[in-house]
T-cell receptor, first 114, second 110 residues
Framework: EADIYQTPRYLVIGTGKKITLECSQTMGHDKMYWYQQDPGMELHLIHYSYGVNSTEKGDLSSESTVSRIRTEHFPLTLESARPSHTSQYLC?????????????FGPGTRLLVL | QKEVEQNSGPLSVPEGAIASLNCTYSDRGSQSFFWYRQYSGKSPELIMSIYSNGDKEDGRFTAQLNKASQYVSLLIRDSQPSDSATYLCAVKTSYDKVIFGPGTSLSVIP
């Protein structure tokens, strides 16, 4: 069982609000990832991190930002939420050697922007 | 061209049959390849990973990799109704990005 947590699990918020989605893992993994997934659709990589103070943008254009101040914590922030941000957000951490790797997913945050 | 592509499905197989899922990728520098299963409303869960050309078996699952053809496949033997889910192919690219394909929906008919 992977120890990766996301809060909140569900969030309903009005347009224009600033929100932060929390993700934390207790496994000491260096690599962490944020994905966005609409129901029945594919996962889109929005941000990832190699380690503390290292963040990169993924392939999906997004108005979100991330930070990685501590190994275990990788929060995602939307400065001004819009209805187009309504989706599920999945956080993952990655561990392993060159020949055996595993990516663990958190339970996800379902966001509804009204 | 998408970085990771999968046969679109949905794929239906009778219980006990072999299900075959395919995936192609564009980054020739990719070294790590993964198959995930995702049930509706749940997070993806890792089935297996593969790194070298050839086959890798784990129980009823066999992953096949051909780097020259940039092709990865997953075979599920003796398919069970509980295998009904969306199967996601993922590739760790040369920049450590883990990119997912669109998924193939599998339905195993009792």
């Amino acid at each position: 069982e992977a120890d990766i947590y996301q809060t909140p699990r569900y969030l309903v918020i009005g347009t224009g609000k600033k929100i932060t989605l929390e993700c934390s893992q207790t496994m000491g993994h260096d690599k962490m990832y944020w994905y966005q997934q609409d129901p029945g659709m594919e996962l889109h990589l929005i941000h990832y991190s190699y380690g503390v103070n290292s963040t990169e943008k993924g392939d999906l254009s997004s108005e979100s930002t991330v930070s990685r101040i501590r190994t275990e914590h990788f929060p995602l922030t939307l400065e001004s939420a819009r209805p187009s941000h309504t989706s599920q957000y999945l956080c993952a951490s990655f561990s392993g050697t060159e020949t055996e790797e595993t990516q663990y997913f958190g339970p996800g945050t379902r966001l509804l922007v009204l | 061209q998408k970085e990771v592509e999968q046969n679109s499905g949905p794929l239906s197989v009778p219980e006990g049959a072999i299900a075959s899922l395919n995936c192609t990728y564009s980054d020739r520098g990719s070294q790590s390849f993964f198959w995930y299963r995702q049930y509706s409303g749940k997070s993806p869960e890792l089935i297996m990973s593969i790194y070298s050309n050839g086959d890798k078996e784990d129980g009823r699952f066999t992953a096949q990799l051909n780097k020259a053809s940039q092709y990865v496949s997953l075979l599920i033997r003796d398919s069970q109704p509980s295998d009904s889910a969306t199967y996601l192919c993922a590739v760790k690219t040369s920049y450590d990005k883990v990119i997912f394909g669109p998924g193939t929906s599998l339905s195993v008919i009792p």
